[in-house]
């Protein structure tokens, strides 16, 4: 079993900032919000897009994958009352000459294989395709 550690600390009114191992990562943490720092929903697409492209890195060797470039874009739909996502849509484009069959079994062993993916499917309906760039 892996485990992971995460620590917290509130700066101000304004941010907050999170640690794990040697990064850090500066939170928006204001009730106004601010531009320059994720808020939490930010926060959690984009630990969904690294789960997305890390999951790509691992299945890229097993399947002989020719990948030039990955980019994934995400977007979430937020309820106000009570707060929630209500659902979770995203894009994976990749650069490659592999055929249209085999972009689909990337895309399905990714699905298949990612810890913050599968996770976050049992709270929220994810839905994603996979397109070549």
């Known amino acids: 079993m892996l485990e992971y550690h995460v620590s ?3 700066l101000d009114s304004h941010g907050s ?3 794990a191992k040697e990064a850090s990562l500066v939170a928006d943490t204001d009730l106004a919000g601010r531009q320059d720092a994720m808020n939490p929903v930010e926060l959690l697409l984009a630990a969904l897009s690294a789960c997305l492209i ?5 299945v890229l060797p097993m399947l002989a994958f020719d990948l030039r470039s990955m980019d994934v874009k995400l977007h979430a739909v937020r309820q106000d009352s009570p707060p ?3 659902s ?7 650069d490659t000459d592999e055929p ?3 972009i689909e079994l990337l895309h399905t062993n990714i699905r298949k294989y990612g810890t913050i993916s599968n996770t ?3 709270a929220v309906p994810i839905d994603g ?3 070549r760039k």
């Open 129 to 131: 395709r996979i397109v």
């Open 100 to 102: 249209d069959h085999r």
């Open 17 to 19: 900032i999170a640690l």
């Open 88 to 94: 979770i849509d995203y894009v994976i484009t990749v």
């Open 8 to 10: 917290a600390h509130r």
């Open 84 to 86: 929630k996502l209500l």
């Open 120 to 122: 976050l499917a049992l």
């Open 54 to 58: 890390k999951g790509a890195e691992r």
